[in-house]
């Protein structure tokens, strides 16, 4: 396994994630022999950050991992993420601790080594609580997160960077946050390279460059597309049924058809398959620390952990990227 230091926080950090959400939802919807069998076999080829959220399940996420933490005592990094909604907002910082009391409870732990904010970031507040702004962060989040932090109840903060792509810059430029989670995938590349114009998915305008300049740790999500990036529809029992794309295609369809585009690297010997493509781009960027996958399956784990341990794509791959995302447009 490749390790990688996760920015200032000085984390080593294993190239390969584990994603605990609903998306692969393994560790939301197995059985408790099959969630503790795959943290342990993740531990085994040493996978040693572990990503939930209390929204995951409804904090049923929380809640098994932290069971499986328990049983196995488990020696390894977790974070886990606060969303707040419209009701928060009279009183962020209060909503900000009482949600981290909560994911404490049902995680079984004292203490959380990664704490982010799951809220998209925008130039302005939106009412609904979905977005907030860049001055709310550093008014009211950020303060309430150094509070935890002093507290020992969380070690680093971040945020997940999804939202509007000027905030987003704005925001990372000033310094303030550990680590950012990064949209970055075959289908939106957006974070690490330039898109042509009439680029089919949200620009992040290589926003890769902004948290390698402020030293922040990058944790890759939807590397896979949320499974798109297999290049089937087909999904697996345990994995959540529909899944609505995030800073790609209009559709899921519609991003598996597009996948398809990316064959050109297995045709070229590059990988065995798309999966083996996909994972292998999205950890090619150096500013990367590690890259979340959600299981369904204890071969899906397996499967990665192959992949990965190939390493990122050599350069020749990335070369031929360019005139295929053209394509697309």
């Known amino acids: 396994m490749d390790y990688r230091t ?4 000085g984390l080593r950090v294993s190239a390969l994630g584990f994603g ?12 408790p022999a099959e969630r503790e069998q795959a943290v342990a076999r993740a531990l085994e080829l040493g996978v040693n950050y572990f990503d939930t959220a209390s929204q995951y399940g409804r904090g049923q996420s929380e809640i098994n991992l932290g069971q499986v933490w328990k049983t196995l005592n488990v020696d390894a990094y977790i974070g886990t993420k606060v969303r707040l909604t419209a009701d928060d907002l009279g009183d962020i910082g209060a909503a900000i601790s009482r949600s981290l009391d909560a994911s404490l409870q049902r ?13 998209h970031i925008a130039a302005q507040r939106r009412a609904n609580g979905q977005a907030l702004s860049v001055q709310d962060l550093l008014d009211e989040v950020v303060p309430a997160l150094q509070a935890l932090q002093r507290q020992g109840k969380i070690r680093f903060y971040g ?6 792509t000027p905030a987003l810059h704005d925001l990372i430029d000033t310094g303030v946050l550990d680590t950012a989670q990064v ?6 590349p957006s974070a690490g390279f330039d898109v042509p114009d009439g680029f089919p998915a949200q620009n992040f305008g290589r926003i890769l460059e902004h948290t390698r300049q402020q030293r922040m740790g990058v944790i890759v999500i939807r590397a896979l597309a949320a499974g798109a990036l297999s290049g089937s529809e087909e999904r697996h029992p345990t994995a959540i049924p529909t899944v609505a794309p995030i800073a790609s295609g209009p559709d899921y369809a519609t991003d598996v058809q597009r996948a398809q585009a990316f064959a050109a690297l297995v045709e070229a010997g590059y ?3 798309l999966v083996e493509a996909a994972l292998r781009f999205s950890i ?5 620390s590690t890259m979340l996958l959600g299981y369904s399956n204890l071969e899906h784990l397996e499967l990665a952990a192959t992949y990965v341990s190939r390493g990122p794509l050599p350069q020749d791959a990335l070369d031929r990227l360019p005139p295929i995302w053209q394509q697309l447009t």
């Open 107 to 119: 995680l079984q732990m004292e203490q959380v080594d990664l704490f982010q904010l799951h809220n």
């Open 284 to 288: 090619s960027h150096d500013a990367v």
């Open 183 to 188: 949209c970055y995938n075959l289908l939106n």
């Open 159 to 164: 945020i997940t960077g999804l939202g509007d």
């Open 20 to 31: 605990c959400g609903d998306v692969g939802g393994l560790i939301v919807r197995g059985t």
């Open 271 to 273: 990988a065995d398959n």
């Open 6 to 9: 996760m920015g200032k926080t």
